[in-house]
């Protein structure tokens, strides 16, 4: 990772594992741990992004006409060649048919199933990543003002207890504004390397599951 930032110019602070638990107490490491800070990194609210670009694109002074649907799923889009001009077709479940010169396609998960195989679906594959949201109750505050995101990578050679190599792991702050999970922080595996075909037949974590991250 230090090797990685120096050669992309990234400025990092080196901080020992003293350094670390100094800096914030939240974390529980052995003395042959090392940490990299980057005071210029940060992380993107999805939701929150996604419920001020489209207030921003209704706003009554913007000059573009926009109009937004909700709880409207696209089956399926198909590329045409018209003459000199590349159509995208979008076919979508109430039945209606959009046609447009260009699409931004945003599916998650879905992505690979939804675009064309030949052109953009064949490149792309899904893998089941798992996160959970955990309350703390060390009466440490968790917010993004006193802890950052993190990234914790195992020494090399630990393995799980299903004996597979251990993954990294990685925690975001406290969203106090996620009506879901408040006053939680969410972990996650990192690269989770279970290819799945269709995202819709994973409904629920399974035992199995949970136990990987906790």
Same mark, same amino acid.
Not at 80 to 103: E, F, R
Not at 136 to 145: I, V
Not at 190 to 204: F, G, I, L
């Given at each position: 990772?230090?090797?990685?930032?120096?050669?992309?110019?990234?400025?990092?602070?080196?901080?020992?594992?003293?350094?670390?638990?100094?800096?914030?107490?939240?974390?529980?490491?052995?003395?042959?741990?090392?940490?990299?800070?980057?005071?210029?990194?940060?992380?993107?609210?999805?939701?929150?992004?996604?419920?001020?670009?489209?207030?921003?694109?209704?706003?009554?002074?913007? $000059?573009?006409?926009?109009?937004?649907?909700?709880?409207?799923?696209?089956?399926?889009?198909?590329?045409?060649?018209?003459?000199?001009?590349?159509?995208?077709?979008?076919?979508?479940?109430?039945?209606?048919?959009?046609? $447009?010169?260009?699409?931004?396609?945003?599916?998650?998960?879905?992505?690979?199933?939804?675009?064309?195989?030949?052109?953009?679906?064949?490149?792309?594959?899904? $893998?089941?990543?798992?996160?959970?949201?955990?309350?703390?109750?060390?009466?440490?505050?968790?917010?993004?003002? $006193?802890?950052?995101?993190?990234?914790?990578?195992?020494?090399?050679?630990?393995?799980?207890?299903?004996?597979?190599?251990?993954?990294?792991?990685?925690?975001?702050?406290?969203?106090?504004?996620?009506?879901?999970?408040?006053?939680?922080?969410?972990?996650?595996?990192?690269?989770?390397?279970?290819?799945?075909?269709?995202?819709?037949?994973?409904?629920?974590?399974?035992?199995?599951?949970?136990?990987?991250?906790?």
């Amino acid at each position: 990772a230090l090797e990685s930032a120096i050669s992309h110019g990234i400025p990092v602070d080196v901080l020992t594992a003293d350094g670390i638990r100094d800096k914030y107490p939240h974390f529980k490491i052995q003395d042959s741990y090392t940490g990299l800070f980057e005071s210029n990194a940060g992380f993107l609210r999805p939701e929150e992004a996604i419920r001020a670009a489209c207030a921003h694109a209704c706003r009554k002074n913007n $000059t573009n006409h926009v109009e937004i649907w909700d709880q409207v799923d696209v089956d399926h889009l198909e590329e045409d060649d018209n003459g000199s001009d590349d159509i995208v077709t979008l076919y979508l479940n109430n039945g209606a048919i959009v046609q $447009t010169k260009s699409v931004i396609v945003s599916a998650g998960a879905w992505a690979s199933t939804l675009l064309p195989y030949d052109t953009w679906g064949k490149h792309l594959s899904v $893998t089941r990543q798992l996160q959970v949201w955990l309350a703390p109750d060390n009466g440490l505050d968790f917010t993004p003002e $006193t802890v950052p995101i993190w990234l914790y990578s195992p020494p090399e050679g630990t393995k799980r207890a299903n004996g597979e190599d251990a993954l990294p792991l990685y925690g975001v702050p406290v969203n106090k504004y996620d009506p879901a999970h408040p006053n939680c922080i969410k972990i996650g595996l990192h690269h989770r390397p279970v290819n799945v075909q269709d995202p819709s037949e994973y409904k629920e974590v399974t035992p199995d599951e949970k136990s990987e991250v906790l």
